[in-house]
Antibody, heavy 124, light 109 residues
């Protein structure tokens, strides 16, 4: 079955750029949208943005100016970059499988596969 | 931006009892709504999508209902493993963004 694994530095300095990668195994990255979600300590879930395997993206308006999500289909990976980080960006970051598209139509089945999450702390 | 509001924030329920969780959208999301369960230290798990369709492997005691702006997740007879935080999430087509509710914690009474 499809599995997702986040990877990247666990500690990032303020004002620098957070970079994470999600590797998709057990299935193809094609035909799906892929989301990034984060969860600050003790708080709820916040959607960051998603990318289609073709490269089209959509971001949370509150983070849009600082977020870039990209995809590498040859590696079955997609990535998150969040610039100018502050302590408020400290969170567990998750990647998840999102909408499925085929034959020109898209179908929403919820975010049905999630990575285990990776903790990113912003601190000097 | 579509705002999702969940109530109550905390629900105290005895094992075997029914739990009813509510989620309200600031504008209609049709049936484009999912429910997730999250236990401490774990990633969220999809329970319901399309407002009322159980995801693969989800027990029948979990059911979802509603459309438009008002949604409900019902757990018919709470088991010990059901004590967790539950989130609703909209995935409407326009605006093409996803938003989560703030969560409802279901705790043992």
């Amino acid at each position: 079955q499809v599995q997702l694994q986040e990877s990247g530095p666990g500690l990032v300095k303020p004002s620098e750029t957070l970079s994470l990668t999600c590797t998709v195994s057990g299935g193809s990255i094609s035909s799906y949208y892929w989301s990034w979600i984060r969860q600050p300590p003790g708080k709820g879930l916040e959607w960051i943005g998603y990318i289609y395997y073709s490269g089209s993206t959509n971001y949370n308006p509150s983070l849009k100016s600082r977020v870039t999500i990209s995809v590498d289909t040859s590696k079955n990976q997609f990535s998150l970059k969040l610039s100018s980080v502050t302590a408020a960006d400290t969170a567990v970051y998750y990647c998840a499988r999102d909408r499925y598209c085929s034959g020109g139509s898209c179908f929403n089945y919820g975010m049905d596969v999630w990575g285990q999450g990776t903790t990113v702390t912003v601190s000097s | 931006e579509i705002v999702m509001t969940q109530s109550p924030a905390t629900l105290s329920v005895s094992p075997g009892e029914r739990a009813t969780l509510s989620c309200r959208a600031s504008q209609s999301v049709s049936s484009n709504l999912a429910w997730y369960q999250q236990k401490p230290g774990q990633a969220p798990r999809l329970l319901i999508y399309g407002a009322s369709t159980r995801a693969t492997g989800i027990p029948a005691r979990f059911s979802g209902s509603g459309s438009g702006t008002e949604f409900t997740l019902t757990i018919s007879s709470l088991q010990s493993e059901d004590f967790a935080v539950y989130y609703c999430q909209q995935y409407n087509n326009w605006p093409p963004e996803r938003t989560f509710g703030q969560g409802t914690k279901v705790e043992i009474k």
